[in-house]
């Protein structure tokens, strides 16, 4: 890994559009900016109180719409403001000590983004940017505003490359690159050596659902890749009462640590948030067990700290539930989720005490369809992470362990864990 502050980096990831509750459509031209991206500033306390230490931002840049149909990648949003308003959030993030992570939309760009107007009007030079069908511009998995980029070009290459450089030149610390999965290796390959070159310390992660995701990293030269095959483990193994899937899943995460740490996280902007999709209320602290027991970069998306519901259906706007508005600052939150909170403050705080939790390897030290412990070891540490999902108390086998760190329900036991109880113990 390039930027080694990425070791020590838990993100809180926010998807802008939908926090400052901007308007579903572009502003007409002419219209002023709406300066909303300030809002976020009122955030950054609440962000390192929970224990985080970055601000992953989604699109932030002008578009069409949900901000993925991108329509000039080196303007603002104008419905969350200017580049005056992103430096001042940047100048507050630094002074905190917080770093900015963005989203880079870079497989596809909206129909309104200036090249691809030229392309429709018959520009040769302009098509080449495009990948083109018998029927016209090929689409990204069939949405039809959004327009492939053909990566062979060495202008799209440029023209990445220029904009990556551009925004790291003015503060922030990576970028998550999405729809990482539908662009070629040799892109990548071709586009971050120049831009590590100028910003050594960047960061990248691609965003990737499924696949040889260390094969992904080498052969790209990413620094990260997602991981969705942790994050439907954990819920689907809580909800089915079968650990089996979810050891599985770990011991694969684990051999990925022989070559980078992933991007972990229990939800994102995609997907069904984790208090909507767990059955059993009581299991949100097994997945946070896991999720920052576990080696990788961990991730908590914004409202999951506070029990935010929320199901991501395949509509149109389907996406809405999980991607709401929120209060101008953390004061007009509702008092129900300071519980929830506490018990991510308190796993965080843990997660920040262990650093090398990041490039931990973990194994399997017990397994059963209700009862799973795992142990995961860094140079001179360990910890072992008991999880029970039965509804009678279980008593673990005489496992190697220390004093315990944190845990569901208190007991003179440490072996023996309550009903549908957690519990980490040093190792």
């Known amino acids: 890994m390039s930027a080694t502050w990425a070791d020590h980096a838990i993100f809180w990831q926010v998807y802008p559009l939908g926090f400052v509750g901007a308007e579903r459509e572009a502003l007409p031209p002419g219209e002023p900016a709406r300066h909303r991206l300030g809002q976020l500033e009122h955030w950054l306390d609440y962000l390192l109180e929970l224990g985080c230490s970055g601000l992953a931002l989604g699109p932030v840049f002008a578009s069409g719409s949900h901000g993925y149909d991108t329509t000039d990648p080196f303007r603002i949003d104008p ?14 993030c630094r002074s905190r000590g917080i770093r900015v992570l ?63 450089r551009h925004w790291l030149a003015r ?44 094969a992904f990293v080498t052969d790209a030269g990413l620094d990260s890749v997602t991981q969705y095959e942790l ?3 954990i819920w689907s193994a809580l909800n089915d009462r079968n650990f089996y899937e979810l050891a599985h899943a770990v011991e694969r995460h684990s051999a990925m640590l022989d070559t980078f740490a992933p991007l972990t996280f229990l939800g994102n902007h995609d997907v069904t948030r984790i208090a909507s999709r767990l059955e059993h209320p009581d299991h949100l602290g097994h997945a946070l067990a896991v999720l920052l027991g576990v080696g990788g970069v961990p991730t908590i998306y914004a409202g999951d700290e506070q029990a935010f519901t929320g199901v991501k259906e395949e509509h149109e706007f389907g996406d809405d539930a999980v991607r709401p508005p929120f209060p101008d600052d953390p ?97």
């Not at 419905?79 to 507050?92: E, K, N, W, Y």
């Open 102 to 164: 963005l989203d880079g939309v870079f497989n596809h760009v909206g129909r309104d983004f200036p090249v691809f107007r030229r392309a429709e009007q018959g520009d040769p030079e302009a098509r080449r940017w495009f990948r083109w069908g018998d029927d016209g511009p090929v689409s990204f998995e069939g949405h039809d505003l959004l327009v492939a980029l053909d990566h062979d070009e060495p202008a799209v290459q440029e023209h990445v490359g220029a904009v990556m």
């Open 231 to 233: 994050w439907k483990a």
């Open 79 to 92: 419905r969350l403001g200017d580049d005056q308003d992103f430096d001042a959030l940047v100048a507050a």
């Open 331 to 427: 004061t007009g939150l509702a008092p129900f989720g300071a519980p929830v909170r506490e018990l991510h403050q308190r796993l965080v705080g843990l997660r920040r005490r262990h650093p090398w939790l990041t490039h931990a390897r973990t194994g399997v030290e017990h397994l059963a369809n209700t009862t799973l412990a795992l142990r995961s070891t860094g140079p001179d540490e360990a910890i072992l992470v008991l999880l029970s999902t039965d509804d009678a108390p279980q008593r673990f086998p005489d496992l190697p362990h220390g004093e315990t760190l944190a845990e569901s329900t208190g007991t003179d036991e440490p072996l023996l864990l309550p009903p549908h109880g957690w519990r980490i113990l040093r190792g």
């Open 171 to 214: 503060g922030a610390d990576g970028w998550r690159l999405d729809a990482a999965y539908q662009v070629p290796y040799a892109f990548w390959r071709a586009v971050l050596p120049g831009v590590r070159a100028e910003h050594p310390d960047a960061w990248f992660v691609g965003e990737v659902i499924h696949g040889d995701y260390a």
